[in-house]
């Protein structure tokens, strides 16, 4: 059996591309979306899956029509393929939680047991799975199995088409910074020089600037676009403020449009993004309140706060060592903390994070914004 791939790029489970040009992340994005092909009313109670070793790549080849390359590349990744009628497909990684979505299994169980073990559970539950399920076949694989009912498709290149006009039409003049692409996220970061001075001028009437500060004041605002069409995330856009070279900080969840059925889809993010000048507004009224709050124990409350929203301790030693200087043994203000702790993205890229790591933790300080910060402003010692 023989399965046409020519036009098919291959892409592995380790896929990833960088750049800091737009215009090559879009033709990046686009060839990606030719190499992707969505598989529409597929019965969900008809998928199947199996396992097996790379030593079979090449009797699966002759046998299946699937490219060795891609075999060898799953073997040493999930061991997983997935047939439906005559149709067979490597699953990529990215794959495995919506297969689980779909046959309705969920565990921590589930990653530990072997390829083998998982193929069978996975077809006792898929036999009993109802509804239609939207396959996402990329680089030659099945990177997501979706339910064709609720999942909206919002191909990811007009997405960042979108995000750039609306942003040109309301901010002028924006800075590509850098953009990523994976086959499970994609993500872009444009600076807002044009709307520096206004947002600034908000931020400085309601703060008082006579005081000593740790960082300076002159922040360059930012905005950071996310998306996934593997059904990780919604085509979201994050208004973010950048402190020193490469450290860039958020305090709320931007606008989000999520990629389902019902939603509106890129007309609705289109309208969405004209929200993005309020969100600015709110970072700068929490910076604010930020800076008019006395933390008597900053260093404790550092260890207390980071442990809470989960930032590892190995990305904050400079972090601890700036407030410690800073304060000489005495209190800061919170918005000098907040800060410091924001600076562990900087840390963790220099270590060598990668990128996804580092939005990670870009998430994990923003939720620093949603505790109740007395509660971390604790004498005595504090075990880290």
């Avoid at 992707?36 to 396992?51: L, Q, Y």
């Avoid at 309301?170 to 807002?192: H, P, Q, R, V, Y």
């Avoid at 450290?247 to 931007?254: K, S």
Wanted: glycine share 6%.
């Amino acid at each position: 059996m023989e399965k046409n791939t020519s036009t098919q790029r291959l892409l592995g489970d380790d896929y990833y591309y960088a750049t800091h040009d737009y215009d090559e992340l879009l033709n990046e994005a686009e060839s990606v979306e030719l190499a992707s092909e969505w598989k529409h009313d597929i019965s969900s109670a008809n998928i199947e899956v199996s396992a097996f070793e790379s030593i079979e790549a090449g009797e699966i080849e002759k046998e299946q029509g699937i490219n060795y390359t891609t075999l060898l590349d799953t073997g040493n990744n999930t061991q997983l393929l997935l047939h439906y009628g005559s149709e067979h497909y490597c699953v990529s990684n990215t794959a495995i939680d919506s297969l689980f979505d779909t046959a309705k299994v969920s565990g921590s169980a589930l990653s530990r047991v072997s390829p083998y073990s998982l193929a069978l559970i996975l077809n006792k539950c898929l036999e009993v799975a109802k509804g239609k399920s939207l396959l996402l076949y990329r680089g030659d694989k099945i990177c997501a199995c979706l339910s064709e009912n609720i999942y909206k498709i919002m191909p990811i290149p007009e997405l960042l088409k979108a995000t750039k006009l609306e942003l040109e039409s309301k901010f002028g003049e924006i800075d590509f910074k850098e953009g990523n692409n994976s086959i499970m996220f994609t993500d872009a970061l444009w600076e807002l020089p044009e709307a520096q001075s206004e947002l600034l001028d908000k931020y400085d009437k309601e703060v008082e600037t006579h005081r000593q500060s740790l960082y300076s004041h002159a922040y360059m605002p930012a905005v950071r676009f996310i998306t996934s069409d593997i059904g990780k995330c919604s085509a979201t856009l994050i208004p973010m403020f950048r402190i020193s070279n490469k450290v860039y900080f958020r305090l709320n969840d931007g606008i989000k449009v999520e990629h389902k059925k019902g939603m509106g889809g890129i007309a609705t993010y289109k309208t969405e993004i004209s929200r993005i000048f309020a969100k600015f507004n709110d970072i700068t009224k929490v910076m604010a309140e930020m800076a008019k709050c006395e933390i008597a124990n900053p260093l404790n409350a550092l260890v207390l706060m980071t442990k809470k929203v989960g930032i590892p301790k190995r990305f904050l030693g400079e972090a601890y060592e700036d407030i410690e200087m800073f304060t000489n043994g005495g209190s800061c203000y919170m918005d000098d903390l907040f800060l410091a702790i924001a600076s562990c993205t900087g840390t963790a890229t220099r270590s060598g994070a990668s990128h996804w790591r580092v939005l990670e933790l870009e998430e994990a300080v923003s939720k620093i914004m949603s505790l109740k910060w007395s509660e971390y402003d604790i004498p005595g010692v504090v075990a880290w």
